[in-house]
């Protein structure tokens, strides 16, 4: 807050708590998107064709245990709280991505055909 206050003056700080929120819960989805595209991506492999549900749900059931487990992890550091919510916004960044996959590939699939 000191370094935001330097750089832009007097801010709200309600407004630059609401801004904050958004900023790490867009990080959330954004980071657990990339780690459930890059398993979908490992367990495709070099294999081509349309999008299949069995590359899917181990790329959403990887991350989705990656947020427990760092929530767990969390919970015993003084500094953090540990929240169910977080979980919710990770998975939901995992099914993002596996949507955005699916929509990618089936573009590229029909135009190819």
């Known amino acids: 807050m000191k370094i935001w206050m330097w750089v ?14 958004l900023i ?9 998107g990339i780690l459930s595209a890059l398993c979908f991506r490992a367990l495709r492999g070099r294999v ?6 069995r590359w899917m749900l181990p790329a959403i059931i990887a991350p989705l245990l990656v947020a427990i487990t760092d929530e767990w992890h969390q919970s015993f ?3 953090r709280g540990s929240s169910g919510w977080d979980v919710l916004i990770d998975l939901g960044g995992a ?6 996959i699916w ?7 029909s135009e190819t055909q």
């Open 103 to 109: 929509l990618v590939l089936r573009k590229h699939f």
């Open 48 to 53: 081509r064709g349309m999008w299949q549900a």
């Open 77 to 79: 550091v003084p500094s």
């Open 8 to 21: 832009n003056g007097n801010v709200d700080v309600r407004i630059f708590n609401q801004v904050h929120f």
């Open 24 to 32: 790490r819960k867009s990080a959330h989805v954004t980071e657990y």
């Open 95 to 100: 099914c993002l991505a596996q949507v955005l």
